[in-house]
């Protein structure tokens, strides 16, 4: 597990600034994870960003809200492997409405892991800056969907594969970027935050996610940028 100081150097990474809630944050490998040495920002993402380059059926403004007790899975295909995750709308019904929206209109297709953060988590989602093959490497962790969303309030606890929302400081900014947390010792950190809406968890293909956080990042001074970002190749959505 890390210790609580270097976690919370790794939350301030995932600060807006170095666009990780408006959009993410990051992780580590196999092994015992080490955490970043200095402080790093929370997940944190730009706000709503402009418009995106997603379909042209994404939506314009906030889609409605999950409806209470549905679940959902989402289905992560990268050339690492599949990634599994469990939406459940109790934990965040705003954040799982808006993330089932956009999956749906195909706006996660080709969006890259921006940020990777070892031993704490990865970042992604950002459709406007961060769509391969034309990342925009100096703006990606910046953009959004053209809107944000409402805050959901954090009822569970983060730890390993818990997928939540990415935000800015400023209440109600999340917009499409999401994290997933590599390690349980990422708790306190964010739990000290406790901002960002926790839709599920990943129930299967952590080994890809470790994977995805093993590859090589420009550390913390430069936002533990992915140098070569692994994309989202689909991201689907199906409901039991």
Same mark, same amino acid.
């Given at each position: 597990m890390m210790a609580d100081r270097p976690i919370v150097a790794a939350l301030s990474a995932i600060s807006l600034a170095i666009g990780l809630v408006a959009a993410g944050c990051s992780s580590p490998a196999t092994s015992a994870p080490t955490a970043p040495s200095s402080p790093a920002p929370p997940p944190a993402a730009?706000?709503? %960003? &402009? !418009?995106?380059?997603?379909?042209s059926t994404c939506p314009k403004a906030a889609p409605p809200h999950a409806a209470a007790g549905s679940t959902a899975i989402a289905t992560i295909t990268?050339?690492?492997?599949?990634?599994?995750?469990?939406?459940?709308?109790?934990?965040?019904?705003?954040?799982?409405?808006?993330?089932?929206a956009l999956a749906g209109c195909g706006f996660y297709d080709g969006v890259?892991?921006?940020?990777?953060?070892?031993?704490?988590?990865?970042?992604?989602?950002?459709?406007?800056?961060?769509?391969?093959p034309n990342v925009d490497r100096a703006?990606?962790?910046? %953009? &959004? !969907?053209?809107?944000?969303?409402?805050?959901d309030p954090v009822t569970a606890q983060y730890g390993r594969g818990t997928v939540a929302m990415a935000r800015t400081s400023e209440a109600h900014s999340g917009g499409s970027q999401f994290f997933i947390v590599l390690d349980d010792g990422a708790r306190p950190a964010l739990a000290q935050y406790n901002t960002y809406a926790i839709m599920g968890k990943v129930t299967s293909g952590m080994e890809v996610v470790d994977a995805i956080a093993a590859?090589?990042?420009?550390g913390e001074a430069a936002g533990n940028a992915a140098l070569d970002p692994i994309a989202m190749t689909k991201v689907a959505v199906t409901t039991p």
């Amino acid at each position: 597990m890390m210790a609580d100081r270097p976690i919370v150097a790794a939350l301030s990474a995932i600060s807006l600034a170095i666009g990780l809630v408006a959009a993410g944050c990051s992780s580590p490998a196999t092994s015992a994870p080490t955490a970043p040495s200095s402080p790093a920002p929370p997940p944190a993402a730009s706000s709503a %960003g &402009g !418009p995106s380059t997603g379909a042209s059926t994404c939506p314009k403004a906030a889609p409605p809200h999950a409806a209470a007790g549905s679940t959902a899975i989402a289905t992560i295909t990268t050339p690492k492997g599949t990634i599994v995750i469990k939406l459940e709308a109790d934990l965040g019904p705003a954040a799982v409405g808006n993330f089932i929206a956009l999956a749906g209109c195909g706006f996660y297709d080709g969006v890259v892991f921006h940020r990777l953060v070892p031993g704490f988590v990865i970042q992604g989602g950002d459709g406007q800056f961060g769509r391969s093959p034309n990342v925009d490497r100096a703006r990606v962790g910046q %953009g &959004g !969907p053209g809107y944000t969303i409402d805050d959901d309030p954090v009822t569970a606890q983060y730890g390993r594969g818990t997928v939540a929302m990415a935000r800015t400081s400023e209440a109600h900014s999340g917009g499409s970027q999401f994290f997933i947390v590599l390690d349980d010792g990422a708790r306190p950190a964010l739990a000290q935050y406790n901002t960002y809406a926790i839709m599920g968890k990943v129930t299967s293909g952590m080994e890809v996610v470790d994977a995805i956080a093993a590859m090589p990042n420009a550390g913390e001074a430069a936002g533990n940028a992915a140098l070569d970002p692994i994309a989202m190749t689909k991201v689907a959505v199906t409901t039991p």
